[in-house]
Protein backbone atom coordinates (compact mmCIF):
# COMPACT_ATOMS: atom_id res chain seq x y z
CA UNK A 1 0.00 0.00 0.00
CA UNK A 2 2.42 2.16 1.00
CA UNK A 3 4.49 1.40 -2.57
CA UNK A 4 1.40 2.45 -4.50
CA UNK A 5 0.93 5.31 -2.59
CA UNK A 6 4.76 6.60 -3.16
CA UNK A 7 4.10 5.85 -6.66
CA UNK A 8 1.08 7.85 -7.32
CA UNK A 9 3.18 10.48 -5.83
CA UNK A 10 6.15 10.19 -8.17
CA UNK A 11 3.39 9.81 -11.04
CA UNK A 12 1.60 13.14 -9.76
CA UNK A 13 5.15 15.06 -10.07
CA UNK A 14 5.71 14.40 -13.67
CA UNK A 15 3.07 16.66 -15.29
CA UNK A 16 4.27 19.05 -12.41
CA UNK A 17 7.76 19.30 -14.12
CA UNK A 18 7.18 18.74 -17.53
CA UNK A 19 4.53 21.35 -17.02
CA UNK A 20 6.60 23.86 -15.50
CA UNK A 21 9.41 23.25 -18.28
CA UNK A 22 6.99 23.67 -20.88
CA UNK A 23 5.71 26.91 -20.08
CA UNK A 24 9.54 28.39 -19.72
CA UNK A 25 9.93 26.90 -22.83
CA UNK A 26 7.23 28.45 -24.66
CA UNK A 27 8.22 32.05 -23.20
CA UNK A 28 11.25 31.64 -24.61
CA UNK A 29 9.84 30.82 -27.89
CA UNK A 30 7.31 33.29 -27.78
CA UNK A 31 9.79 36.39 -27.36
CA UNK A 32 12.06 34.60 -30.28
CA UNK A 33 9.29 34.36 -32.79
CA UNK A 34 7.66 37.35 -32.22
CA UNK A 35 11.41 39.29 -31.69
CA UNK A 36 13.11 38.15 -34.88
CA UNK A 37 12.65 39.73 -37.99
CA UNK A 38 13.65 36.29 -39.94
CA UNK A 39 9.89 35.27 -39.05
CA UNK A 40 8.39 38.40 -40.72
CA UNK A 41 7.94 38.75 -44.45
CA UNK A 42 11.35 39.75 -46.09
CA UNK A 43 10.22 42.21 -48.16
CA UNK A 44 7.16 43.88 -49.94
CA UNK A 45 5.67 42.37 -52.96
CA UNK A 46 6.38 44.82 -56.56
CA UNK A 47 2.55 44.41 -57.06
CA UNK A 48 0.36 43.79 -53.77
CA UNK A 49 -2.75 41.01 -56.11
CA UNK A 50 -6.24 41.19 -55.21
CA UNK A 51 -7.55 40.13 -52.49
CA UNK A 52 -10.92 39.03 -51.46
CA UNK A 53 -11.86 38.09 -48.11
CA UNK A 54 -14.33 36.10 -46.97
CA UNK A 55 -16.43 36.39 -43.87
CA UNK A 56 -19.13 33.36 -42.72
CA UNK A 57 -21.68 34.77 -40.23
CA UNK A 58 -24.40 33.37 -38.50
CA UNK A 59 -26.24 35.62 -35.95
CA UNK A 60 -25.16 39.51 -33.97
CA UNK A 61 -22.05 39.04 -31.68
CA UNK A 62 -20.50 41.30 -29.22
CA UNK A 63 -18.97 44.26 -31.10
CA UNK A 64 -20.19 43.21 -34.56
CA UNK A 65 -20.06 46.03 -36.41
CA UNK A 66 -16.34 46.96 -35.55
CA UNK A 67 -15.43 43.85 -36.72
CA UNK A 68 -16.78 43.80 -40.12
CA UNK A 69 -16.17 47.15 -40.51
CA UNK A 70 -12.69 46.48 -39.57
CA UNK A 71 -12.29 44.19 -42.67
CA UNK A 72 -13.77 46.72 -45.28
CA UNK A 73 -11.32 49.70 -44.31
CA UNK A 74 -7.53 47.96 -45.22
CA UNK A 75 -5.07 49.51 -46.31
CA UNK A 76 -4.79 47.58 -49.78
CA UNK A 77 -4.44 48.67 -53.28
CA UNK A 78 -7.69 46.00 -54.74
CA UNK A 79 -9.58 43.83 -52.28
CA UNK A 80 -13.36 42.50 -52.02
CA UNK A 81 -14.90 40.92 -48.80
CA UNK A 82 -17.94 38.71 -49.16
CA UNK A 83 -19.96 38.52 -45.83
CA UNK A 84 -21.89 35.31 -46.06
CA UNK A 85 -24.86 34.10 -44.40
CA UNK A 86 -26.98 30.86 -44.92
CA UNK A 87 -30.38 32.33 -43.24
CA UNK A 88 -32.79 34.64 -44.89
CA UNK A 89 -33.52 35.74 -41.61
CA UNK A 90 -30.58 36.05 -39.79
CA UNK A 91 -30.20 38.97 -37.50
CA UNK A 92 -27.14 40.30 -38.92
CA UNK A 93 -28.43 41.22 -42.54
CA UNK A 94 -29.81 44.97 -41.79
CA UNK A 95 -26.04 45.72 -40.58
CA UNK A 96 -24.72 43.77 -43.94
CA UNK A 97 -26.95 45.77 -46.06
CA UNK A 98 -26.09 48.97 -44.06
CA UNK A 99 -21.84 47.66 -44.65
CA UNK A 100 -22.83 47.09 -48.35
CA UNK A 101 -24.14 50.91 -48.70
CA UNK A 102 -21.25 52.59 -46.97
CA UNK A 103 -18.74 50.77 -48.83
CA UNK A 104 -20.02 50.45 -52.45
CA UNK A 105 -20.95 46.97 -53.73
CA UNK A 106 -17.75 47.12 -55.40
CA UNK A 107 -16.18 46.52 -51.96
CA UNK A 108 -18.89 44.62 -50.11
CA UNK A 109 -20.56 41.44 -51.05
CA UNK A 110 -23.16 40.56 -49.41
CA UNK A 111 -24.41 36.49 -49.80
CA UNK A 112 -27.39 35.29 -48.39
CA UNK A 113 -28.12 31.70 -49.23
CA UNK A 114 -28.70 28.28 -47.83
CA UNK A 115 -26.25 25.67 -49.14
CA UNK A 116 -25.79 22.80 -47.78
CA UNK A 117 -22.98 20.11 -49.20
CA UNK A 118 -21.87 18.93 -45.29
CA UNK A 119 -22.42 19.05 -41.40
CA UNK A 120 -19.68 21.42 -41.39
CA UNK A 121 -21.76 24.68 -41.23
CA UNK A 122 -19.02 26.91 -41.73
CA UNK A 123 -18.35 25.17 -45.12
CA UNK A 124 -21.86 25.36 -46.11
CA UNK A 125 -21.22 29.13 -45.53
CA UNK A 126 -18.39 29.81 -47.58
CA UNK A 127 -19.47 27.56 -50.22
CA UNK A 128 -22.32 29.81 -50.75
CA UNK A 129 -20.02 32.63 -50.51
CA UNK A 130 -17.35 30.99 -53.02
CA UNK A 131 -19.61 31.90 -55.88
CA UNK A 132 -19.44 35.34 -55.46
CA UNK A 133 -15.24 35.54 -55.09
CA UNK A 134 -14.22 37.89 -57.71
CA UNK A 135 -9.76 37.24 -56.86
CA UNK A 136 -7.50 34.67 -56.61
CA UNK A 137 -6.15 35.31 -53.50
CA UNK A 138 -8.57 34.37 -50.61
CA UNK A 139 -8.31 35.48 -47.01
CA UNK A 140 -11.07 33.41 -44.23
CA UNK A 141 -11.55 35.87 -41.61
CA UNK A 142 -13.96 34.66 -38.90
CA UNK A 143 -16.69 36.96 -37.76
CA UNK A 144 -15.22 37.79 -34.43
CA UNK A 145 -11.75 38.64 -35.70
CA UNK A 146 -11.31 42.16 -35.80
CA UNK A 147 -9.00 43.50 -37.82
CA UNK A 148 -5.82 46.01 -38.29
CA UNK A 149 -5.62 48.51 -41.66
CA UNK A 150 -2.30 46.55 -42.23
CA UNK A 151 -3.63 43.06 -42.05
CA UNK A 152 -4.11 42.30 -45.43
CA UNK A 153 -0.34 43.49 -46.34
CA UNK A 154 0.99 41.16 -43.78
CA UNK A 155 -0.71 38.60 -44.47
CA UNK A 156 -0.47 38.48 -48.25
CA UNK A 157 3.08 38.96 -48.48
CA UNK A 158 4.19 35.50 -48.01
CA UNK A 159 2.34 34.11 -50.89
CA UNK A 160 4.45 35.86 -53.21
CA UNK A 161 6.79 33.13 -52.64
CA UNK A 162 5.16 30.48 -55.49
CA UNK A 163 7.00 27.60 -52.43
CA UNK A 164 4.45 29.17 -49.83
CA UNK A 165 0.87 27.53 -49.66
CA UNK A 166 -0.99 28.66 -46.59
CA UNK A 167 -0.66 31.70 -44.20
CA UNK A 168 -2.24 32.26 -40.84
CA UNK A 169 -1.78 34.48 -38.37
CA UNK A 170 -1.80 34.58 -34.82
CA UNK A 171 -4.66 35.99 -32.54
CA UNK A 172 -5.34 37.60 -29.36
CA UNK A 173 -8.32 37.16 -27.22
CA UNK A 174 -9.90 40.94 -26.25
CA UNK A 175 -13.46 42.37 -24.68
CA UNK A 176 -14.13 39.47 -22.37
CA UNK A 177 -16.20 41.22 -19.26
CA UNK A 178 -17.51 38.69 -17.47
CA UNK A 179 -15.20 36.22 -15.37
CA UNK A 180 -16.43 33.14 -17.58
CA UNK A 181 -15.08 35.01 -20.66
CA UNK A 182 -11.94 35.85 -19.14
CA UNK A 183 -11.15 32.56 -18.57
CA UNK A 184 -11.37 31.82 -22.54
CA UNK A 185 -9.56 34.50 -22.62
CA UNK A 186 -6.85 32.81 -20.76
CA UNK A 187 -7.29 29.86 -22.96
CA UNK A 188 -5.93 31.94 -26.15
CA UNK A 189 -3.64 34.13 -24.26
CA UNK A 190 -1.98 31.96 -21.85
CA UNK A 191 -1.88 28.36 -23.39
CA UNK A 192 -3.44 28.59 -26.86
CA UNK A 193 -0.93 31.26 -28.29
CA UNK A 194 2.31 30.09 -26.52
CA UNK A 195 1.90 26.43 -27.33
CA UNK A 196 1.45 27.04 -31.04
CA UNK A 197 4.52 29.37 -31.52
CA UNK A 198 6.21 26.58 -29.57
CA UNK A 199 5.24 23.92 -32.18
CA UNK A 200 6.27 26.00 -34.58
CA UNK A 201 9.67 27.01 -33.80
CA UNK A 202 10.74 23.04 -32.79
CA UNK A 203 8.54 21.38 -35.33
CA UNK A 204 6.77 19.62 -33.17
CA UNK A 205 3.54 19.37 -34.70
CA UNK A 206 2.27 21.86 -37.85
CA UNK A 207 -0.69 24.19 -36.86
CA UNK A 208 -3.30 26.12 -38.88
CA UNK A 209 -5.04 28.71 -37.41
CA UNK A 210 -8.37 28.71 -39.41
CA UNK A 211 -9.87 32.37 -38.06
CA UNK A 212 -7.12 34.14 -40.25
CA UNK A 213 -5.81 32.50 -43.28
CA UNK A 214 -5.12 32.80 -46.33
CA UNK A 215 -4.68 30.82 -49.14
CA UNK A 216 -4.84 30.79 -53.33
CA UNK A 217 -7.78 29.90 -54.95
CA UNK A 218 -5.44 26.95 -57.03
CA UNK A 219 -4.58 25.43 -53.35
CA UNK A 220 -8.42 25.17 -52.92
CA UNK A 221 -9.28 24.02 -56.07
CA UNK A 222 -6.53 21.13 -56.00
CA UNK A 223 -8.49 19.81 -53.23
CA UNK A 224 -11.30 19.91 -54.42
CA UNK A 225 -13.08 22.92 -53.21
CA UNK A 226 -14.66 23.69 -50.31
CA UNK A 227 -17.35 20.69 -50.56
CA UNK A 228 -14.11 18.86 -49.80
CA UNK A 229 -14.03 20.10 -46.01
CA UNK A 230 -17.24 19.79 -45.48
CA UNK A 231 -17.58 16.27 -43.61
CA UNK A 232 -14.77 17.48 -40.98
CA UNK A 233 -14.75 18.51 -37.63
CA UNK A 234 -11.55 20.96 -38.04
CA UNK A 235 -11.72 22.13 -41.69
CA UNK A 236 -9.18 24.05 -41.26
CA UNK A 237 -6.36 21.33 -39.97
CA UNK A 238 -7.69 19.18 -42.85
CA UNK A 239 -6.92 22.23 -45.43
CA UNK A 240 -3.78 23.01 -43.99
CA UNK A 241 -3.08 18.96 -43.85
CA UNK A 242 -3.99 18.86 -47.65
CA UNK A 243 -2.21 21.80 -48.57
CA UNK A 244 1.41 20.68 -47.36
CA UNK A 245 0.96 17.64 -48.21
CA UNK A 246 0.88 18.53 -52.00
CA UNK A 247 4.59 19.94 -50.88
CA UNK A 248 3.68 23.84 -50.07
CA UNK A 249 4.49 25.31 -46.78
CA UNK A 250 2.85 26.53 -43.99
CA UNK A 251 3.60 29.87 -42.79
CA UNK A 252 2.34 31.84 -39.50
CA UNK A 253 3.56 34.91 -39.25
CA UNK A 254 4.23 37.07 -36.36
CA UNK A 255 1.10 39.22 -36.20
CA UNK A 256 -1.82 39.26 -34.01
CA UNK A 257 -5.49 39.89 -34.77
CA UNK A 258 -7.87 40.32 -31.91
CA UNK A 259 -10.39 37.66 -31.13
CA UNK A 260 -13.99 38.86 -28.97
CA UNK A 261 -15.06 36.76 -26.77
CA UNK A 262 -18.82 36.48 -26.52
CA UNK A 263 -20.52 34.39 -23.72
CA UNK A 264 -24.10 34.20 -22.62
CA UNK A 265 -23.41 32.37 -19.73
CA UNK A 266 -21.02 30.16 -17.85
CA UNK A 267 -22.58 26.98 -19.60
CA UNK A 268 -22.36 28.46 -22.95
CA UNK A 269 -18.19 28.70 -22.23
CA UNK A 270 -18.40 25.45 -20.60
CA UNK A 271 -19.80 23.31 -23.66
CA UNK A 272 -17.28 25.77 -26.63
CA UNK A 273 -14.37 24.64 -23.74
CA UNK A 274 -15.19 21.18 -24.63
CA UNK A 275 -16.05 21.39 -28.23
CA UNK A 276 -12.26 23.73 -28.20
CA UNK A 277 -11.00 20.06 -27.01
CA UNK A 278 -12.33 18.03 -29.17
CA UNK A 279 -11.20 20.24 -32.07
CA UNK A 280 -7.77 19.78 -30.99
CA UNK A 281 -8.00 15.61 -30.16
CA UNK A 282 -9.39 15.41 -33.79
CA UNK A 283 -6.49 17.38 -35.37
CA UNK A 284 -3.42 16.28 -33.45
CA UNK A 285 -4.44 13.27 -31.32
CA UNK A 286 -1.29 12.45 -29.98
CA UNK A 287 -0.26 15.59 -29.07
CA UNK A 288 -3.29 16.57 -27.59
CA UNK A 289 -2.91 13.13 -24.99
CA UNK A 290 0.77 14.26 -24.38
CA UNK A 291 -0.56 17.39 -23.59
CA UNK A 292 -1.29 15.96 -19.78
CA UNK A 293 2.15 16.35 -18.98
CA UNK A 294 2.38 19.72 -19.13
CA UNK A 295 -0.75 20.64 -16.99
CA UNK A 296 1.33 21.67 -13.94
CA UNK A 297 -1.28 23.32 -11.71
CA UNK A 298 -3.57 20.94 -11.09
CA UNK A 299 -1.31 18.20 -10.41
CA UNK A 300 0.21 19.91 -7.78
CA UNK A 301 -2.76 20.09 -6.62
CA UNK A 302 -3.47 16.44 -6.54
CA UNK A 303 0.23 15.74 -5.26
CA UNK A 304 -1.02 18.26 -2.55
CA UNK A 305 -4.15 16.38 -1.50
CA UNK A 306 -2.14 12.78 -1.17
CA UNK A 307 0.42 14.08 0.70
CA UNK A 308 -2.89 15.99 3.02
CA UNK A 309 -1.53 19.44 2.73
CA UNK A 310 1.60 18.56 4.33
CA UNK A 311 4.36 21.28 3.87
CA UNK A 312 6.16 19.43 0.41
CA UNK A 313 2.67 19.08 -0.68
CA UNK A 314 2.17 22.77 -0.11
CA UNK A 315 5.91 23.82 -1.71
CA UNK A 316 4.83 21.64 -4.66
CA UNK A 317 1.53 23.60 -4.77
CA UNK A 318 3.06 26.68 -4.35
CA UNK A 319 5.61 26.64 -6.50
CA UNK A 320 3.36 25.46 -9.44
CA UNK A 321 1.22 28.33 -9.17
CA UNK A 322 3.72 30.99 -9.11
CA UNK A 323 5.75 29.78 -11.38
CA UNK A 324 2.30 29.58 -14.19
CA UNK A 325 1.32 33.20 -12.93
CA UNK A 326 5.15 34.64 -13.47
CA UNK A 327 5.69 33.04 -16.95
CA UNK A 328 2.04 33.26 -18.39
CA UNK A 329 2.28 37.55 -17.29
CA UNK A 330 5.86 37.68 -19.23
CA UNK A 331 4.46 35.45 -21.87
CA UNK A 332 1.51 38.45 -22.63
CA UNK A 333 4.13 41.21 -21.65
CA UNK A 334 5.90 40.29 -24.68
CA UNK A 335 2.61 40.83 -27.20
CA UNK A 336 1.36 43.61 -24.73
CA UNK A 337 -2.06 41.70 -23.60
CA UNK A 338 -2.97 44.05 -20.73
CA UNK A 339 -6.32 42.69 -20.40
CA UNK A 340 -4.88 39.31 -20.17
CA UNK A 341 -2.42 40.58 -17.17
CA UNK A 342 -5.31 41.84 -15.21
CA UNK A 343 -7.19 38.57 -15.61
CA UNK A 344 -4.13 36.73 -14.53
CA UNK A 345 -5.67 35.37 -10.71
CA UNK A 346 -8.31 33.33 -12.68
CA UNK A 347 -5.17 31.14 -14.50
CA UNK A 348 -4.88 28.51 -12.47
CA UNK A 349 -9.03 28.15 -11.97
CA UNK A 350 -8.74 27.94 -16.02
CA UNK A 351 -6.24 24.97 -15.57
CA UNK A 352 -8.03 23.12 -13.12
CA UNK A 353 -11.38 23.44 -15.05
CA UNK A 354 -9.27 22.19 -18.60
CA UNK A 355 -8.07 19.06 -16.63
CA UNK A 356 -11.55 18.61 -16.52
CA UNK A 357 -12.84 18.96 -20.17
CA UNK A 358 -9.82 17.77 -21.31
CA UNK A 359 -11.22 14.10 -19.63
CA UNK A 360 -14.42 14.90 -21.23
CA UNK A 361 -13.18 15.30 -24.61
CA UNK A 362 -12.10 11.50 -24.51
CA UNK A 363 -15.16 10.79 -23.08
CA UNK A 364 -18.14 12.43 -25.27
CA UNK A 365 -18.37 10.35 -28.69
CA UNK A 366 -20.55 12.90 -30.06
CA UNK A 367 -19.93 17.36 -31.32
CA UNK A 368 -22.97 19.82 -30.17
CA UNK A 369 -22.86 21.83 -33.52
CA UNK A 370 -25.24 24.24 -34.23
CA UNK A 371 -28.32 22.68 -32.50
CA UNK A 372 -27.71 19.27 -33.97
CA UNK A 373 -25.59 16.43 -32.57
CA UNK A 374 -22.86 14.25 -34.44
CA UNK A 375 -21.03 11.80 -33.57
CA UNK A 376 -16.99 12.30 -34.04
CA UNK A 377 -14.87 9.90 -36.01
CA UNK A 378 -11.29 8.92 -35.17
CA UNK A 379 -10.25 10.62 -38.50
CA UNK A 380 -11.73 13.92 -37.64
CA UNK A 381 -15.30 12.83 -39.53
CA UNK A 382 -18.74 14.79 -38.32
CA UNK A 383 -21.55 11.78 -39.01
CA UNK A 384 -25.45 13.12 -38.08
CA UNK A 385 -25.93 10.99 -34.87
CA UNK A 386 -28.74 8.26 -35.78
CA UNK A 387 -26.93 7.73 -39.51
CA UNK A 388 -24.78 4.21 -39.99
CA UNK A 389 -20.80 5.31 -39.78
Known amino acids: MQICFSLLQWIFLIPFIGGSVFVILSLL ?10 YRSPHTPYQWPAVTILKPLRGLEKGQRENLRSACMQDYPEFQVVFSVQD ?6 PLLRELQEEFGPERVTAVIGNAHVGPNGKINNLVGAFQHVRNDLLVISDSDVRLQPDYLKTIAAPLENPDVGYVCTLYKAVSAHRWFEKLELLTFNADFIPSVVFAQLTGASKSCLGASMAFRRSSL ?9 ADYLVE ?4 GRRIWSSGKKI ?3 PYFVDI ?15 YWDQNTRAARPAGFFASILTRSIPFACLFAIVRLGDTAGLAVLATAVILRLSVAALTMMTF ?9 ALLPLRDLLGLFSWFLSFTKKTVLWRG ?9 RLVQKGKKL
Do not use: C
Not at 336 to 344: F, H, Q, T, V, W
Not at 372 to 380: M, N
Open 29 to 38: AVRRFLGNPA
Open 88 to 93: KEDPVI
Open 221 to 229: VEMGGFEAL
Open 236 to 239: DYEM
Open 251 to 253: VIT
Open 260 to 274: VIDFNNFFHWWHHQV
Open 336 to 344: RDREGLKSI
Open 372 to 380: SEFILTRDG
